[in-house]
């Protein structure tokens, strides 16, 4: 390809193609092209036909992994229908799409791709083209994409394992070290001139499956596939989304279930399936390097940090499921507890209404059940979990980026990202400006001016805070149904006059009901507003064009990211932060939107709220993902093969696979997007849920093996890429790690009724509604809630009925009483419990950041045994190198150097004769 053609991949409608065609011209549903692109036409033409005549027949071996020759290994696999077997309504979108098909089989041919032709032996219709790339190929794109391949064996000695002494115990939970074996070497970016210094003992294995599926993907996706005036239109991605192919993709190298009897199989899916993806092998730890061989480092990177976050969850869960029975345990002896279910305490204090009008009196023990369920939450136990977590963290993140420093030195990635990344086609493809490379100062094609990157980035950022407003919207949504509802239920269960006045159902309070309901409806409202944003994230970031991979990735990321977070965790701090806060009291009480009066937490705090907030959606989550993820994909391959199997004919490998689910187009992205969601929930809010941890790990458990046995078994294999580390999710996850601090020192200070409590235990002994003697929790409830006049009732908020014998009611809030001078006013124990709250957080986050800054300060990112092998092995390949280059240097001039000698012993000879001469 030319610097001066234009590529553009094809973004046209199929009346837009129609009409572009018209203006070049159609002669009997050909092409005219322009005279100066006849040669190159006419040369892919001839191309075409010769690929479209290696049509060979199936040589009725199923598990073959080559040619029908048997001796060259198919690399890739394409799908197509044939036409002319298939009527069209549309003649001209079948000749456009076969045109197309030719032209792209021929440039790969021209670009020295081997193609083999194979029809169906179920479907007809259907072709199977197998690519195979040639040994000339393999090292001339191995070196574009700096393929790091063997130098010689690694002979460095490993360091023993601290656990060797358990060995005997340990054995059982590891991989078959008799079906897995690696050999480890030391590695150099591929050259080709320098082929000599590899170490290459067999042609056809130097060069892994994996690598090789890299390369003609990479092939794949820049090969030409159409030619319109000066524009040139490439990529496989396109002829799949235009219907010229139905399918692409690699091989497995056998069925997952049974081991395959060809010769020279390596058999790692079945391996793969046994020692990972088999219910059976759930105990044992992955096989990470044949997953990285199988997968690539991308997959194996990614099961690499999950299995290393379900190992460290372990140990939070232990803690938060102790935080949990202690505080199970405490329930029936809480004191709090105990007089709110009193019947000579609770029983007889009653409380104001929640809302206007149609809410009436209650009872403080009709939330006898709510407060025992509070106490097994809101303890001093969850203050300590709280605080562990914060430290958890920590080392988490700082451990993850020690083992993932061991894994790229282990799988070759350490400079990956060094390395000059290819542009993405779809950017090379709109490429029609030009600007001086700041580094190179040579000229180079860009998809857009300065000013229009502006645009395309103010565009994205604008759509995206549209829908993050959207969520805050549907959010006030949720609040005004909170609102309505919690009217709708107190109306429903309230009693008719005050010796109704009697305990409401154990378990069913207007706020449980209107809580449980609201989680609900919050939780599909995420669901569907994911489904939306999904598809106008990809549409941003495509409009954005990055320029390669990973940049794409990581804009993705971060706004995929900003909406979920807004998306999931915005009800949770609602209720965190927000709901009870301002309600003012209920003689004043605040109203939203000037109609609906604020929500009220529940006299023991709005923790248990956020609790079953948090339940509703962290267990929805991982039901609704399970569906997706495995039963839709099981489904599906069900479906089609009962559909399409005849059990008499010998399918082969590519069909087999053929009828497996394709792979998505972003990978990893919704697996990440899912587990770091998560992490949000267990480190954000643990300090109101403790079980947090215990759901996580139980859910991560089966989420290791249930993504095993999905891309093993259901998926077709996934074209292996490289990476060094997560990518943008490791800042995202720091950023998670140091908000988490914050959000659990405000939820224990301002969602908790724990400094209140404390507070009242160490500082009051005179109150004003009782004197109790010091250091005791006994008249906590009492001192908790105020005094309200009933006859300081507006008439718009005054209860309907008659309670002529309720003088007085009781509202959560520290005011002084009716009477008083400053009435209705905050007391001074108000602005004890807010100097607490505030001097809490304040303690608390400067401790725990100061704790997390040691800790990241004394744990290094990179093992020291670790930067000695890295350093040890780049001064290897170094003298490596440099000897074979000497030796070559030496034996280009050794001849010259010969003569050189020569001469100068001729000239030292000449001038000794000339001096005996003079003398």
């Avoid at 549309?90 to 000749?95: P, S």
């Avoid at 059982?172 to 591929?190: C, G, M, N, V």
């Avoid at 304040?842 to 950041?849: D, G």
């Amino acid at each position: 390809m030319s610097g001066n053609d234009i590529f553009e991949m094809d973004s046209m409608t199929e009346t837009e193609e129609m009409e572009g065609d018209n203006e070049l011209g159609i002669i009997n549903e050909e092409v005219v092209y322009p005279e100066e692109f006849l040669p190159t036409y006419q040369s892919i033409k001839e191309g075409a036909t010769v690929a479209k005549a290696h049509l060979a027949e199936f040589n009725d071996k199923p598990d073959s992994l080559f040619f029908n020759d048997g001796v060259r290994r198919i690399d890739y696999i394409l799908v197509y229908e044939d036409e002319d077997k298939k009527e069209f309504e549309k003649r001209h979108t079948f000749q456009r799409r076969k045109r197309r098909r030719e032209y792209f089989e021929a440039s790969l041919m021209k670009m020295g791709m081997e193609l083999e032709a194979t029809q169906s032996v179920i479907d007809d219709k259907l072709l199977f083209v197998k690519v195979h790339m040639p040994w000339d190929v393999l090292c001339t794109y191995a070196e574009v994409l700096h393929i790091k391949l063997p130098i010689q064996p690694n002979d460095l000695s490993s360091r023993p394992s601290p656990w060797r002494f358990l060995s005997f115990i340990t054995k059982h939970f590891y991989p078959s070290k008799d079906l897995i074996k690696e050999t480890e070497f030391f590695t150099a970016p591929f050259e080709k001139d320098r082929l000599d210094f590899f170490y290459v003992r067999d042609k056809d294995a130097f060069f892994t499956p994996s690598m090789r599926s890299r390369m003609a993907y990479y092939i794949l996706s820049r090969a030409p596939y159409d030619i319109r005036g000066n524009i040139k239109k490439f990529g496989i991605t396109k002829l799949l989304d235009g219907g010229v192919y139905k399918a692409a993709y690699p091989l497995h190298d056998c069925r997952f279930n049974v081991k395959s009897k060809e010769e020279g199989c390596p058999n790692e899916r079945f391996l793969l399936y046994q020692e990972w993806a088999h219910p059976k092998s759930f105990y044992k730890m992955q096989p990470l390097d044949l997953i990285r061989k199988y997968y690539g480092e991308k997959i194996g990177i990614y099961f690499a940090w999950l299995g290393f976050y379900t190992v460290m969850l372990t140990l939070a869960a232990v803690v938060g499921l102790g935080c949990f029975i202690y505080g199970y345990n405490t329930q029936e002896t809480s004191t709090w507890s105990k007089e709110v279910c009193d019947p000579e305490i609770g029983g007889k204090i009653v409380m104001c209404p929640q809302c206007d009008r149609e809410c009436k009196y209650w009872r403080l023990n009709s939330t006898c059940e709510a407060s025992k369920k509070l106490c097994i939450f809101d303890n001093f136990g969850t203050l300590v979990f709280a605080v562990f977590m914060s430290i958890w963290v920590t080392l988490f993140l700082e451990f993850w980026k020690r083992y993932q420093a061991e894994l790229e030195y282990e799988w070759d990635t350490v400079e990956f990202l060094e390395q000059e990344e290819p542009p993405r086609p779809e950017y090379e493809a709109k490429c029609v400006y030009e600007r001086k490379n700041p580094i190179t100062g040579v000229k180079e094609k860009v998809p857009y001016t300065a000013c229009g990157r502006c645009v395309r980035v103010s565009l994205g950022i604008g759509t995206v805070l549209f829908w993050i407003l959207l969520i805050l919207a549907s959010i006030v949504a949720i609040i005004v149904y909170r609102l309505a509802a919690f009217f709708a239920f107190s109306a429903r269960l309230r009693a008719q006059d005050l010796k109704e006045l009697e305990p409401l159902k154990e378990y069913v309070t207007p706020q449980m009901a209107t809580s449980v309901t609201a989680s609900l409806i919050s939780f599909v409202v995420i669901m569907i507003l994911n489904i939306l944003y999904e598809r106008v994230a990809i549409w941003i970031t495509d409009f954005e064009l990055p320029r390669t991979k990973t940049d794409y990735e990581n804009s993705l990321t971060l706004k995929m990211f900003l909406f979920q977070f807004v998306n999931y965790y915005s009800s949770c701090f609602y209720i965190a932060f927000a709901k009870g806060k301002v309600v003012g009291y209920p003689g004043e009480p605040v109203y939203l939107l000037g109609k609906y009066r604020n929500e009220e937490c529940d006299p023991g705090g709005c923790l248990i709220e956020l609790t079953t907030q948090l339940s509703v959606i962290m267990g929805g989550k991982a039901i609704w993902n399970n569906i997706q993820e495995v039963l839709l994909p099981w489904v599906k391959n069900f479906i089609f093969r009962c559909t399409s199997v005849a059990s008499e004919k010998v399918i082969p490998r590519w069909e087999q696979d053929y009828r497996l689910q394709p792979v998505s187009k972003l990978g990893l992205f919704y697996e990440y997007l899912e587990m770091v969601i998560q992490f949000g929930f267990v480190t954000l809010f643990v300090a109101s849920f403790p079980l947090a941890p215990v759901l996580a790990l139980v859910n991560n458990l089966f989420e290791i093996r249930v993504d095993a046995w999905k891309i093993t078994t259901q998926f077709r294999r996934v074209v292996p890429e490289k990476a060094q580390d997560i990518g943008a999710w490791q800042p995202i996850l720091q950023g998670i790690a140091i908000l988490a601090v914050a959000t659990n020192a405000m939820i224990i200070a301002f969602t908790s009724d724990m400094i209140p409590r404390l507070v009242y235990y160490w500082s009051f002994s005179v109150y004003p509604y009782g004197d109790y003697s010091n250091n005791t929790m006994e008249g906590y409830i009492n001192s908790s809630l105020s005094i309200f006049n009933t006859s300081d009732f507006s008439e718009s908020s005054r209860p309907m009925g008659k309670f002529s014998n309720i003088t007085t009611c009781r509202y959560r809030d520290f005011r002084y009483p009716p009477g008083h001078a400053r009435q209705y006013q905050y007391n001074v124990y108000y602005w004890h419990v807010i100097a607490a709250k505030m001097a809490f957080i304040i303690v608390v986050e400067h401790i725990v950041y100061l704790t997390k800054f040691i800790l990241s300060y004394m744990i290094p990112d990179v093992p020291y045994a670790v930067k000695e092998q890295i350093k040890r092995e780049k001064y290897l390949t170094q003298v490596i190198l440099h000897e074979t280059n000497l030796k070559l240097v030496t034996k280009r001039l050794k001849p010259v150097n010969d003569e050189t000698m020569k001469h100068t012993e001729a000239i030292l000879a000449m001038e000794e004769m000339e001096l005996d001469y003079s003398e």
